[in-house]
């Protein structure tokens, strides 16, 4: 049981990375591991809304993360106990803020500057980073905005949570948010439609220091780019750091407002390259450090020469060695890491989640909720954007129109095509229209 608990940790590790903190306590922190038997994982939920989640909104998020920790993918069994429901504590705000700063601070314990593997492709960034950590309280605008992009799973997040945690333990009066592009968006559509937006620009504004990691998900959605205007102005007018951090550099954000771009490069712009052999070998044998995992020479060799492009994929790798270990006993090889890296080597997402993400990024951009988009309704604004979701998921997976229909409450193989070609025509004659297409895509193969 213990090395089923433990997968289970690294499977909540690996959730906890793909959604928001919010939907992580509160869906997909609360299932607990019963036994692995005969290739299914049992786990188990308190509550029958807790079991409907999961095993609806979340089961592809769940199947993905089992595999990815074990290498293989798992049946799925979710046992509900009928337990009490959730008591008023539970939904008390001060208490769900106190469980979200526990769970951001369990979430991102390794992520430090003595944990950051630094080699000549990285250096820049990290001194840069390192500077504006060491400098919090004497903002110097030759470092504001801190601007850092390059592809992803190369370490830029390590790198703003670093300065977080560097913040915290030597200034714990600030107050320093870390949010994810996807996040900031979700925030301001959400509070568009709640009529709040006074009340999130505030608690954006009463902040020390702002890290947006992931800000190329505002290209393409033009109010969440307006509001973030407004707080970066006031930001910088009052000396407040501001650290960014992207896939790309601003002038490949096509659809991005000039006034915003600008912005993006008054700072100091920084990027990260792919590591060297050397750095990789540092990151993978300091991955496993930290599992409490012996990597052998050979090993780290095999691994670094195949994985080159993606430290997430590195770690991946460990994470999957581990596993093995911990529930097979069996350690470190050559051939067990070939057997681990197979489907890390491909970079396809399962079908149902990448359908997933399409029309939900597409529903932000275009702000709209993702369940009309599947419905019947016909609003100008909800066929539009579903007619772009239609366009890219064709553009992006295998599926057939029939299959894409079925997504969308049943729509026959003519509707599929005629949504397709609206949008192929409308790119065609508008530049801007296009670049918004273009931006929506590379945020989904970002995800």
Request: charged share 30%; proline share 4%.
């Amino acid at each position: 049981m213990e090395s089923f608990e433990e997968i289970v940790s690294l499977v909540k590790e690996y959730c906890r990375s793909k959604v928001s903190n919010i939907a992580y306590i509160t869906w997909l922190d609360v299932f607990e591991p019963l036994r692995f038997e005969h290739d299914t994982a049992y786990i188990c939920v308190r509550t029958t809304i807790q079991y409907n989640v999961l095993n609806g909104k979340y089961r592809g998020l769940l199947l993905e993360a089992f595999t990815e920790v074990m290498g293989f993918r798992p049946h799925l069994e979710i046992i509900c106990t009928n337990a009490l429901e959730e008591s008023p504590k539970d939904r008390n705000p001060e208490h769900m803020n106190r469980m979200l700063q526990d769970s951001y601070e369990a979430s991102e314990y390794e992520y430090t500057f003595e944990t950051f593997i630094v080699g000549s492709s990285n250096n820049l960034a990290y001194a840069a980073c390192k500077a504006v950590a060491d400098n919090c309280t004497n903002v110097t605008r030759n470092y504001n905005p801190l601007f850092i992009y390059g592809p992803s799973g190369l370490g830029k997040t390590h790198l703003i949570h670093a300065i977080y945690n560097e913040v915290h333990i030597k200034h714990p009066e600030l107050r320093v948010q870390v949010i994810t592009g996807h996040s900031f968006t979700s925030d301001i559509v959400n509070s568009l439609q709640d009529k709040t937006i006074d009340q999130v620009r505030e608690k954006y504004l009463s902040l020390d220091i702002l890290m947006i990691d992931d800000v190329h998900f505002l290209a393409g959605k033009e109010r969440c780019q307006e509001e973030f205007f407004l707080v970066f102005n006031e930001f910088y007018l009052n000396n407040k750091q501001i650290i960014l951090t992207s896939d790309r550099p601003p002038k490949d954000m096509k659809s991005l407002e000039e006034r915003v771009k600008s912005r993006f490069e008054s700072g100091l712009m920084s990027d990260i390259q792919l590591p060297d052999y050397e750095t990789r070998v540092a990151i993978i044998k300091r991955k496993a450090e930290l599992m409490d995992l012996h990597i052998p020479d050979d090993v780290a060799d095999f691994l670094a020469n195949r994985l080159k492009n993606n430290i997430r994929q590195m770690e991946g790798a460990v994470k999957k060695l581990q596993a093995h270990k911990l529930l097979t006993g069996s350690p470190p090889t050559i051939r067990l890491a070939q057997t681990v890296i197979r489907d890390i080597l491909s970079d396809d997402q399962p079908i149902p989640m990448t359908v997933e993400r399409i029309i939900e990024e597409v529903a932000r951009t275009y702000q709209v909720e993702p369940e009309d988009m599947r419905s019947q309704k016909r609003s100008a604004p909800i066929s539009k954007a579903r007619q772009v979701a239609i366009y890219i998921i064709k553009e992006i997976t295998n599926l057939t129109f029939e299959e894409i229909g079925k997504e969308f409450s049943g729509r026959d193989h003519s509707s599929m095509v005629y949504a397709r070609d609206q949008v192929v025509k409308k790119m065609e004659e508008d530049a801007h229209y296009r670049e918004i297409i273009e931006d929506i895509i590379k945020n989904i193969r970002a995800m």
